[in-house]
């Protein structure tokens, strides 16, 4: 079965940081992570860090400078580095990325979402 397993979050205090990572598991011929959304409480997801094939990434304006979001092609892993952590960063992170399986089935996934809680 096709996913994506997301890890790294948990507790800071601002000013702090945190590294999330994002792993693709299964029968995949190739990996295509395309970026980290988040979705803080009482409010709709929104798109953190994105990643190109060719490797460009763009961010929201919110988390420019400190946030930088890479990818292992080799491991089927997407990061995300978040440094100078602020508490509007609270929420549930989530990776999404598409995925070609092995019998070249295209397959947009979400990871399961990892909480970070950062505080004051």
């Known amino acids: 079965q096709m996913r994506l397993v997301e890890s790294g979050g948990g507790l800071v205090l601002a000013g702090g940081s945190l590294r999330l990572s994002c792993a693709a598991s299964?029968?995949?011929?190739?990996?295509?992570?395309m970026g980290w959304y988040r979705q803080a409480p009482g409010k709709q997801r929104e798109m953190v860090a994105e990643?190109?094939?060719?490797?460009?990434?763009h961010y929201a304006d919110s988390v420019k400078g400190r946030f930088t979001i890479s990818r292992d092609n080799a491991k089927n892993t997407v990061s995300l580095q978040m440094n100078s952590l602020k508490v509007e960063d609270t929420g549930v992170y989530y990776c999404?990325?598409?995925?070609?399986?092995?019998?070249?089935?295209?397959?947009?996934?979400w990871g399961q979402g990892t909480l970070v809680t950062v505080s004051s």
């Open positions: 990643i190109t094939t060719g490797g460009s990434t």
């Open positions: 299964g029968s995949i011929f190739s990996f295509n992570p």
């Open positions: 999404n990325a598409g995925v070609v399986t092995t019998t070249y089935s295209y397959l947009e996934l």
